[in-house]
């Protein structure tokens, strides 16, 4: 076993998944990383961190438009 084969069998860091759910929203994310996604990520994990990204996105929006329109 070599260290690639380590790194194949842990899950996915908070950081890979944020980045993840953030290239998805843009539409940019790369074959081989949906590919480790779908092999080594839980469901679950890209549900939060979709949904907290998704709140924080819509309330940057409100505030802007909140900061333009004053």
Same mark, same amino acid.
Do not use: W, Y
């Given at each position: 076993?070599?260290?690639?084969?380590?790194?194949?069998?842990?899950?996915?860091?908070?950081?890979?998944?944020?980045?993840?759910?953030?290239?998805?929203?843009?539409?940019?994310?790369?074959?081989?990383?949906?590919?480790?996604?779908?092999?080594?990520?839980?469901? #679950?994990?890209? @549900? !939060?961190?979709? %949904?907290?990204?998704? $709140?924080?996105? #819509?309330?940057? @929006? !409100?505030?802007? %438009?909140?900061?333009? $329109?004053?």
């Amino acid at each position: 076993m070599g260290k690639n084969d380590k790194e194949q069998d842990q899950p996915l860091t908070l950081l890979e998944v944020a980045s993840s759910v953030l290239a998805a929203a843009f539409g940019v994310q790369s074959k081989e990383k949906k590919q480790r996604d779908f092999t080594h990520g839980k469901p #679950l994990q890209f @549900v !939060i961190v979709g %949904v907290v990204f998704t $709140l924080l996105f #819509l309330v940057t @929006v !409100i505030s802007i %438009v909140n900061i333009v $329109l004053k």
